[in-house]
């Protein structure tokens, strides 16, 4: 009787889940912003994303570009908005958890300022040269840093900056960055021969496959799948790496029928064909499709690690 119990309380559950989801509409457009610059990896998936959801659900998500802090602007302001479901805002984890890690009194909201929705991918991070730089991995660019009394190389977020501040302290390179927008741009600052390298999170595979560009380390914890004979920074001699994972909140707060409904609409929209096709073409990556529960517990998970990466 337990088990029966236990089934029909169960299947009463996912009925009432399923009756909320298809009763919640949004009661007008829905606004999503997107933390990074037009044309960057973040943008572009978000972009995505919102073609998806709009034309299976028939909502009007407009995509808004709001860039600055590697996404802390946006989701400062995203804390401040009515929890409607009508706002949500799409970022990328280790700028946040590395901002609310380093100076938490300074970052007006922290991890219970919102609700989570959906984990949408894992960005596979590069570090990128041209095709003609006199270096092919991280310890050469690093000597011709020293050779040129501080080589240029572009990031647009928080934790590239400190991922490689970690690797000037141990190695004296003298590696000067230089800040950009979006990948986009940062891509552009290398193929202009502006900077010597770039980080980069998928704009430019297509460069990799051209010929025009060169991957002289991946910045995560692992080899990336489309170039497995590339080393990470750990396995060239630094001990320290970043694993971006791209998300979708909402201000804390948000009714449950709606967090669901938006949730699902999310999830529905990356398991479909055009998503799947756009995320490997892009990021040579699966989309994650966690949930709110999920992305939750990721983002907590990571607050911790990223701890104790900078010994808090």
Do not use: C
Not at 272 to 296: L, Q, R, V, Y
């Amino acid at each position: 009787m337990k088990l029966k119990s236990l089934l029909a309380a169960v299947a009463a559950t996912a009925i009432s889940a399923s009756a909320a989801v298809a009763d919640w509409a949004p009661s007008g457009p829905i606004k999503m912003w997107i933390g990074f610059g037009a044309g960057g990896e973040t943008d572009t998936l978000g972009r995505l994303i919102a073609k998806e959801v709009s034309e299976a659900t028939g909502w009007n998500l407009v995509v808004e570009n709001k860039p600055g802090g590697g996404g802390i602007a946006m989701f400062t302001q995203l804390a401040t908005v009515p929890a409607d479901g009508q706002t949500i805002g799409m970022g990328v984890t280790m700028p946040v958890l590395v901002n609310l890690t380093i100076r938490p009194d300074e970052i007006p909201f922290d991890l219970d300022s919102f609700d989570y929705l959906n984990t949408v991918a894992l960005a596979q991070l590069a570090i990128v040269a041209k095709a003609d730089a006199p270096f092919d991995d991280l310890e050469g660019f690093l000597a011709y840093s020293k050779e040129q009394g501080g080589a240029l190389m572009a990031f647009d977020a928080k934790p590239q900056e400190l991922l490689m501040n970690f690797v000037n302290g141990k190695s004296d390179a003298g590696v000067k960055l230089v800040s950009t927008k979006s990948s986009a741009e940062a891509l552009q600052q290398v193929l202009g021969g502006h900077v010597a390298a770039a980080f980069n999170a998928g704009v430019h595979i297509p460069y990799l496959e051209s010929g025009e560009l060169k991957m002289i380390a991946s910045a995560n914890a692992s080899r990336h799948s489309y170039a497995q004979d590339v080393a990470t920074v750990q396995e060239q001699g630094y001990d320290i790496y970043v694993d971006p994972w791209f998300y979708i909140a909402a201000p804390a707060g948000v009714p449950d029928d709606a967090k669901m409904a938006l949730s699902k609409a999310i999830s529905d929209a990356l398991a479909s064909d055009a998503a799947k096709e756009a995320i490997m073409n892009a990021m040579h990556t699966e989309p994650s499709m966690a949930g709110p529960d999920e992305t939750k517990a990721m983002l907590e998970a990571g607050l911790t690690n990223v701890g104790t990466l900078f010994g808090k």
